[in-house]
């Protein structure tokens, strides 16, 4: 059976006490998990945040990104190990908060290009990274879950066969895939055969509209994302990330300039919509 969870980036960007009560409404509503956004984080909170996500029974997973002086494909050798610094660290977070996985785009930098498309020896730093942030990652019993992005934040991985080319040429067991319905929405030609694709890889699945609001509401092809799930049997999470100015230095970082919808009618109108989709594709 797949799980439901919600990325509370829709509040804040912060990992602090003050998320208690809305963790305390997510688990009333009947999601099973919740995501938090880890870059920056500090461990004390964390481990407050985290402890109080295993009272509720709430599992914890984690997303973060890496920029420009942290970017994994820089030729500076000294730019990648401050890359796989932040990857670690982002990792020791989600230990302190009890997370099983850490996903987002930690393949390369968000928001940074170059003049030219990926390059093979850009896919082979990356790969090292990873590699090496996979077997800290090993020791602590967590997941890594890079993902594509679509081409205005990002250049290496946009699709799920770049993606995948990424997670072959890493090798590592504890180094998978997150699929992004709005990002496919951008990049892939169908999502069937993106996720078909990726199925070897893949662990977790982020359920985002094409506005960022909430799932369901928007023109995003789910029923090809549920019914393609059901056929390569996933039963990972189907976490909902969704965003709004509540904290605006994150908006303003991530270019969100309007609210699409408020953010307790998306946790709460897109977990209706998921379990609906689940049973109407058996999932």
Same mark, same amino acid.
């Given at each position: 059976?797949v ?7 829709a509040?804040?960007?912060n990992?602090?006490e ?8 997510l688990?009333k ?7 938090f956004?880890v870059?920056?984080?500090?461990s004390?909170?964390?481990k407050k ?6 009272e &509720?029974?709430?599992d914890?997973?984690?997303v973060?990104?890496?920029g =420009?002086? %942290?970017?994994?494909? $820089?030729a500076? @050798?000294t730019?990648r190990s401050?890359g796989?610094?932040?990857i ?5 977070r ?10 987002g ?9 170059e003049a030219?498309p ?9 790969a090292?990274?990873?590699?090496e ?5 090993k ?5 890594l ?9 990002c250049? &290496?991985?946009?699709?799920m066969e ?5 997670? =072959?040429? %890493?090798n590592?067991? $504890?180094?998978? @895939?997150?699929?992004?319905?709005h ?10 055969s993106?996720?078909?694709?990726i199925?070897?890889?893949?662990h977790?699945?982020?359920i ?6 909430t799932p ?7 029923d090809d994302?549920?019914s393609?799930?059901k056929k390569i049997d996933?039963?990972g999470?189907?976490?909902i990330?969704?965003?709004?100015r509540?904290d605006?230095d994150?908006a ?8 699409y ?14 379990k609906m ?7």
């Amino acid at each position: 059976m797949v799980k439901i969870g919600f990325n509370v980036l829709a509040w804040t960007a912060n990992v602090t006490e003050e998320l208690f009560p809305t963790l305390d409404r997510l688990k009333k509503i009947g999601y099973d998990g919740v995501e938090f956004f880890v870059g920056g984080a500090e461990s004390e909170n964390c481990k407050k945040v985290g402890q109080h996500a295993k009272e &509720l029974g709430l599992d914890v997973t984690t997303v973060t990104v890496v920029g =420009k002086d %942290t970017n994994p494909i $820089n030729a500076s @050798a000294t730019i990648r190990s401050a890359g796989l610094d932040a990857i670690k660290t982002a990792i020791d977070r989600t230990y302190d908060l009890g997370g099983n996985l850490l996903c987002g785009p930690i393949h390369s930098a968000h928001n940074h290009f170059e003049a030219h498309p990926a390059l093979d020896e850009e896919y082979k730093r990356a790969a090292e990274v990873l590699y090496e942030a996979g077997d800290y990652a090993k020791q602590a019993g967590i997941i890594l879950g890079p993902e594509a992005l679509n081409r205005f934040e990002c250049y &290496l991985c946009n699709t799920m066969e770049q993606l995948a080319r990424l997670l =072959k040429e %890493t090798n590592h067991p $504890n180094v998978r @895939a997150m699929f992004d319905t709005h990002h496919a929405n951008m990049e892939e030609k169908k999502f069937a055969s993106a996720i078909e694709t990726i199925a070897p890889y893949l662990h977790h699945v982020h359920i985002s509209e094409n506005d960022r609001g909430t799932p369901g509401e928007g023109h995003i092809q789910f029923d090809d994302s549920f019914s393609t799930l059901k056929k390569i049997d996933y039963s990972g999470y189907l976490t909902i990330e969704a965003f709004s100015r509540n904290d605006p230095d994150f908006a303003n970082a991530i270019g969100v300039w309007r609210e699409y919808n408020a953010p307790w009618d998306i946790a709460e109108n897109g977990f209706k919509f998921i379990k609906m989709m689940c049973e109407k594709h058996h999932l």
